[in-house]
């Protein structure tokens, strides 16, 4: 392992000067990122309008009440899903076929191969959307029982009662191997690569291992094997793992590939980053059992989840500290360059994220937060305001150089961040604030309407809050569609910001 990711953009990459190099043409198939990217952004739109569906419903403003449908219910696990496997997986993946060729000099293993992962992802994403829509089994739906009586269809087509495994029963398998042929797609060229094995190709391997038995995991014990208190303990982990064990590496990985090439100067510590990759790999996967403190299962397996937990931290800690430590004598462009503005304003909230979790993981906390608003505060956080801006980071900087041509407004650009970044704070204040609150109304044994009373002005804030962030996603959409269509620029980038193809 090495330094951090070294490997350049056009530009001025290795391939420039590199004799015998693939060209960045013969090694990345740009027109597979771009659909990666929209699929990404369609998903991140549906999953924010369910979430607005979801908050106004709490502030008794729901606009579809009444229409089955459209019940918040629903919506909400389509909000959440929407999220994970159609933003987050697709984005990802579109990034991957960038980072892993340029990284590894070397084609993805089949161009054929990638497209089919694409298009039966898309599927498993859809088919989880609608068996969340249509519900558990299809008794509740008269038309499609009558249809499903018709064709002799099992009855429990719809979505698994598993919390981030609602995905229907019958996808799974299709999941899975869509997960096992991400891994042998992008596998291949690493296992080709005679370069250094760079910090980014350990995170993105690991994540194509523990994503694929992770997914196994979570989604087949507790529906085939295991009941009760042990599905429990099974699916804590399974939740947690999603994060650890799937987005972060991937997240992390891509933060080690683009903060080098974009500051032009590698990373501070290689030691470092190793504690990062090893203590993440040791201390994550112990932890799920956290979510179901307080519970029957047994409790050296709570304390277990505790410590871990809390190491975790540490282990956290070093990664940032590298980070800040390569921002060293850079510390401009974090003001100019966008990307960069991005992935730092990411890495300090993911700081607050990990800090605010080793204080909840305690039993002391729990005791007043468990099953408040606190722990939503905390999941936006988490995966709005840290890998979400990751990502949008990312796009901002790789957009331009797939559309061959610079954003069409900067202000955009920066309404987009701006409102993202700001929306996303408030919001994590407010229900963090909330939290405390339904605690503590909870805790004083007043009856349950006092606590949703008192959290209306937290709720009212919340729904504001996410017009904001949803607001700045337009903009980014409007930009993005400017530029596509090859519209004049209005204020273009400076060349050190993000945008321009020679950044
Ligand atoms: C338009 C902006 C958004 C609004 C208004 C919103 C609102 C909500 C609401 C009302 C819930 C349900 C909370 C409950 O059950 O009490 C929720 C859950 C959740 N949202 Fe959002 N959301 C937004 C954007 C996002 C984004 C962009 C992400 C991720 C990138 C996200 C991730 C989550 C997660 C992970 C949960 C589950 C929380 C838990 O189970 O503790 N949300 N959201």
């Known amino acids: 392992m090495t330094h951090g990711a070294s490997a350049h953009h056009r530009s001025d990459g290795p391939q420039a000067g590199h004799a015998g190099a693939p060209s960045h043409d013969d090694l990345v198939d740009e027109k597979i990122i771009v659909c990666y990217y929209v699929a990404a952004l369609t998903f991140l739109t549906i999953s924010m309008l369910a979430g607005l569906l979801v908050a106004l419903q709490l502030v008794h403003w729901n606009p579809f009440k009444g229409t089955e449908l459209l019940s918040p219910g629903r919506w909400r696990m389509i909000h959440t899903n929407a999220i994970a496997y159609g933003f987050l997986a697709n984005a990802f993946l579109g990034t991957l076929h960038w980072a892993v060729p340029r990284l590894t000099f070397h084609k993805v293993f089949s161009k054929p191969l990638s497209w089919f992962i694409f298009g039966a992802w898309q599927v498993v994403v859809l088919s989880t959307a609608f068996g969340i829509v249509l519900g558990p089994t299809f008794q509740d739906q008269p038309w499609i029982l009558a249809l499903a009586k018709k064709w002799h269809l099992p009855m429990n087509l719809g979505a698994q009662g598993l919390e981030w495994g609602e995905t229907p029963f019958w996808i799974d398998p299709v999941a899975l191997v869509g997960l096992a042929l991400v891994a042998v797609n992008f596998m291949v060229p690493i296992g080709k690569s005679k370069g250094p094995m760079y910090v980014s190709l350990w995170y993105f391997m690991a ?7 992770t997914y196994a995991m979570g989604n087949l014990l507790p529906e085939y094997a295991v009941a009760g208190t042990s599905a429990g303990a099974i699916g804590g982990l399974f939740i947690h793992d999603l994060v650890g064990l799937f987005v972060t590496p991937l997240g992390w990985g891509l933060m080690y590939y683009f903060v080098p090439i974009i500051l032009k100067k590698p990373i501070w510590s290689h030691g470092l980053s190793l504690v990062g990759f090893w203590g993440l790999a040791f201390f994550y996967p112990l932890q799920g059992i956290h979510h179901f403190l307080y519970t029957p299962i047994p409790m050296f397996l709570q304390y277990g989840a505790v410590i871990s937990t809390i190491a975790v931290e540490l282990v956290v800690a070093t990664v940032v500290i590298n980070f800040f430590g390569t921002l060293v004598g850079r510390g401009k462009e974090f003001f100019d360059n966008l990307p960069i503005r991005y992935f730092y304003t990411g890495m300090v909230f993911y700081f607050i994220t990990c800090f605010q979790c080793a204080l909840q993981v305690t039993f002391t906390f729990q005791k007043l937060i468990h099953f408040t608003d606190w722990v939503v505060g905390h999941a936006h956080l988490v995966m709005f305001g840290v890998f979400s801006l990751w ?12 559309l061959g041509r610079p954003w069409w407004s900067r202000s955009l650009c920066e309404y987009h961040y701006w409102l993202s970044a700001g929306g996303l704070f408030v919001m994590f204040l407010d229900l963090t604030l909330a939290g405390i609150f339904q605690g503590y109304y909870w805790s004083s044994l007043q009856p349950w309407d006092a606590s949703t009373n008192g959290s209306q002005p937290f ?45």
Do not use: Q, S
Not at 391 to 401: D, E, N, S, V
């Open 459 to 503: 709720w009212i804030t919340r729904v504001f809050a996410g017009l904001a962030m949803f607001a700045g996603l337009l903009c980014f959409l409007v930009n993005l569609w400017m530029t596509a269509r090859g519209a004049e620029a209005t204020d273009p980038l400076p060349a050190r910001a993000a945008g321009t193809p020679t950044a």
């Open 391 to 402: 990502l949008f980071g990312i796009m901002t900087y790789l957009f331009p150089r797939l």
């Open 207 to 213: 994540a194509f291992v523990w994503t694929f038995l």
